[in-house]
């Protein structure tokens, strides 16, 4: 009995939905890896990387090109939906209130892991795992180890959001502190990542994307300010596409249009509850297609060790990097004792925003899929490690607040 393409594609759309919620429910992961974290992590063990591998014969039937044609479609929607909320989240109005405090610390939260990534990549590069497999075949040296820098110093904050309501510190102080400093470093991401991206064959195209996004965005928020709530999601919508189209025409990247679309909105222009829920629910039903095509572009072609020791040399990098510069923030600000270690543990957390991050430069070849593979494990490693390691902190700092 012959199966047609559109069977192929809901059995691959239920094996994304079920196993990893089965996992999460039944092995009760929550603690340190949210369902997210459980996704990605599917996605790796269905890609070709591994069960690819072990079971040919699933891989070529259940992902035929025709079905990963389909679910990339389905991907890049989701993560173009994320991103732009992720940019409506940013409160740089905040940011700027405490503008001192503010930007010192994510200075030195940013410049610290980034300088540790940088001498990573150069580790990958020139050390003892030195290979010509892991910078891209389009990579200029410099943009390899500034992307792979970046790529340490992200800090992922949706995922940040969801761990710090996990954690019940999101609107306490603290938890307000840590969104100004993580909303002042995603505008650096997007701002070092357009560098990295800079074609200077298309930078005629470029410099008129950047011209015309203003001149538009003067006029996009004058009509947005004039519309009821219900009518700016749905222009949002369609800002959302031309704005990625645009970007991706420009030759930058539609993720970059995505991220630019949602920085130009104000978050009070929609009810935070609603935006709470859309963003839950593009979590719920479609960013799960995403980490499966995350997990399909894995590859272990260098070799399982190789490509381990990588992932934690990144991982040393980013998570020391960041506990460096938050400490040096700390000590120049004379923070309470115990605030340093907390907020760096937190804002080292990557997954979603990284792996977007990772996912342009290995579209754009900058790095291989080697590469993206020691990424995406140093990704997962260093959100799975923050509830576990601050959920203590936070209750022994409880209880010598309740001392005193």
């Known amino acids: 009995?012959?199966?047609?393409?559109?069977?192929?594609?809901?059995?691959?759309?239920?094996?994304?939905?079920?196993?990893?919620?089965?996992?999460?429910?039944?092995?009760?992961?929550?603690?340190?890896?949210?369902?997210?974290?459980?996704?990605?992590?599917?996605?790796?063990?269905?890609?070709?990387?591994?069960?690819?591998?072990?079971?040919?014969?699933?891989?070529?039937?259940?992902?035929?090109?025709?079905?990963?044609?389909?679910?990339?479609?389905?991907?890049?929607?989701?993560?173009?939906?994320?991103?732009?909320?992720?940019?409506?989240?940013?409160d740089l109005n905040k940011a700027w209130e405490h503008r001192v405090e503010s930007s010192i610390t994510a200075g030195f939260a940013l410049a610290t892991p980034l300088l540790f990534g940088c001498g990573a990549a150069l580790l990958l590069l020139f050390g003892p795992l030195s290979n010509s497999g892991w910078i891209g075949s389009q990579a200029r040296t410099w943009q390899f180890v500034l992307g792979i820098g970046m790529a340490c110093a992200v800090t992922a904050l949706p995922i940040l959001i969801l761990l710090m309501e996990k954690l019940q510190i999101l609107r306490q102080p603290i938890g307000q502190r840590i969104l100004r400093y993580a909303s002042l470093d995603d505008v650096a991401i997007w701002g070092v990542l357009a560098i990295i991206l800079l074609d200077w064959t298309r930078v005629g195209r470029q410099i008129g994307f950047f011209v015309i996004f203003a001149i538009l965005t003067f006029l996009y928020r004058k009509l947005m300010r004039q519309l009821q709530e219900q009518d700016r999601w749905y222009v949002a919508l369609i800002w959302l596409a031309m704005c990625s189209f645009a970007a991706d025409w420009a030759g930058l990247h539609f993720m970059v249009g995505a991220f630019l679309a949602g920085?130009?909105?104000?978050?009070?222009?929609?009810?935070?509850?609603?935006?709470?829920?859309?963003?839950?629910?593009?979590?719920?039903?479609?960013?799960?297609?995403?980490?499966?095509?995350?997990?399909?572009?894995?590859?272990?072609?260098?070799?399982?060790?190789?490509?381990?020791?990588?992932?934690?040399?990144?991982?040393?990098?980013?998570?020391?990097?960041?506990?460096?510069?938050?400490?040096?923030?700390?000590?120049?600000?004379?923070?309470?004792?115990?605030?340093?270690?907390?907020?760096?543990?937190?804002?080292?957390?990557?997954?979603?925003?990284?792996?977007?991050?990772?996912?342009?430069?290995?579209?754009?070849?900058?790095?291989?899929?080697?590469?993206?593979?020691?990424?995406?494990?140093?990704?997962?490693?260093?959100?799975?490690?923050?509830?576990?390691?601050?959920?203590?902190?936070?209750q022994k700092l409880k209880s010598l607040i309740f001392k005193n």
């Open 263 to 394: 920085a130009v909105m104000d978050a009070n222009w929609f009810n935070q509850e609603k935006m709470d829920t859309m963003r839950h629910h593009v979590l719920l039903l479609i960013m799960p297609v995403f980490f499966l095509s995350t997990g399909l572009k894995t590859n272990w072609a260098m070799g399982g060790v190789m490509v381990f020791a990588a992932a934690a040399i990144l991982l040393l990098a980013s998570v020391y990097g960041k506990l460096a510069g938050v400490h040096i923030a700390g000590k120049l600000l004379k923070w309470d004792k115990g605030d340093a270690s907390i907020i760096g543990w937190l804002l080292q957390t990557k997954a979603l925003i990284m792996i977007i991050f990772v996912n342009i430069l290995l579209d754009k070849n900058i790095i291989t899929q080697e590469t993206f593979t020691a990424l995406l494990l140093m990704a997962v490693a260093s959100t799975m490690l923050t509830v576990p390691v601050v959920y203590p902190k936070l």
């Open 1 to 90: 009995m012959l199966i047609n393409t559109t069977e192929i594609f809901l059995i691959a759309m239920l094996i994304i939905f079920s196993l990893p919620y089965l996992v999460w429910r039944i092995a009760k992961t929550d603690y340190y890896a949210p369902l997210v974290v459980v996704q990605i992590i599917a996605g790796i063990l269905l890609g070709p990387g591994i069960l690819g591998s072990i079971f040919p014969g699933y891989y070529n039937f259940v992902f035929t090109p025709q079905v990963i044609q389909s679910l990339n479609g389905i991907a890049w929607w989701a993560v173009m939906l994320f991103v732009m909320i992720a940019g409506i989240e940013l």
